[in-house]
């Protein structure tokens, strides 16, 4: 069974850094591109960033390009995503996602981002 | 960016009719892939490359298009349907998804 658990999440301050991880199972993770999906309360789904199977190439939208980095550990089928100067506007659940097309998501970790 | 935009964002349906949600993308993609969420929960994938449905998705949904204009079709729509939905291209990076439309029950 394919399992994606996400950790790390909490309450953090602006312009602080966070660290979250993801745990993948069931499946051989090298072979798969992943990404972090984000969701504020209330609002639609937003694609924060994503990473290819060997983790050479990594893509981020504006909204968090130079702040966020997704990285990979394929030995430990592991995801992961180091948030830096973090905002109000950050606030969100973070999903872990597998594939271009997301076949599987995590159950979600959500970051407050909050003096 | 490829800007995805849903419409509409809010729609009321009685069970029995046929829905027709639409999305539409600001430069031509090969394929869109649509989600469905329910509230508290995480997405899930419901068609993808536009017209497939995802493993155990019921055969009333029906997914088409091509270009710029795509469409998810529920019929007969059912009170398990009622759900957001959004769509998805990941044809070029960064991938981006839709607003989303909220179907809800007439």
């Known amino acids: 069974e394919v399992q994606l658990v996400e950790s790390g999440g909490g309450l953090v301050q602006p312009g602080r850094s966070l660290k979250l991880s993801c745990a993948a199972s069931?499946?051989?993770?090298?072979?798969?591109?992943m990404a972090w999906v984000r969701q504020a309360p209330k609002k639609g789904l937003e694609w924060v960033a994503t990473?290819?199977?060997?983790?050479?190439?990594?893509y981020y939208p504006d909204s968090v390009k130079g702040r966020f980095t997704i990285s990979r550990d394929n030995a430990k089928s592991s995801l992961y995503l180091q948030m830096n100067s973090l905002k109000s506007e950050d606030t969100a659940t973070y999903y872990c996602?597998?594939?271009?097309?997301?076949?599987?998501w995590g159950q979600g970790v959500m970051v407050t981002v909050s003096s | 960016e490829i800007v995805l935009t849903q419409s509409p964002t809010t729609m009321a349906a009685s069970p029995g009719e046929k829905v027709t949600l639409t999305c539409r993308a600001s430069?031509?993609?090969?394929?869109m892939h649509w989600y469905q969420q329910k509230s508290g929960a995480s997405p899930k994938l419901w068609i993808y490359?536009?017209?497939n449905r995802a493993s155990g998705v019921p055969n009333c949904f029906s997914g088409s298009g091509s270009g710029t204009d795509f469409t998810l079709t529920i019929n007969p729509v059912q009170a398990d349907d009622i759900a957001t939905y959004y769509c998805?291209?990941?044809?070029?990076?960064?991938?981006?998804f839709g607003g989303g439309t909220k179907l809800e029950l007439k």
């Open positions: 996602a597998r594939g271009s097309s997301v076949d599987y």
């Open positions: 069931g499946f051989t993770f090298s072979n798969y591109y």
């Open positions: 990473i290819s199977t060997s983790g050479s190439r990594t």
């Open positions: 430069s031509s993609v090969s394929y």
């Open positions: 490359d536009t017209s």
């Open positions: 998805q291209q990941s044809r070029e990076s960064p991938w981006t």
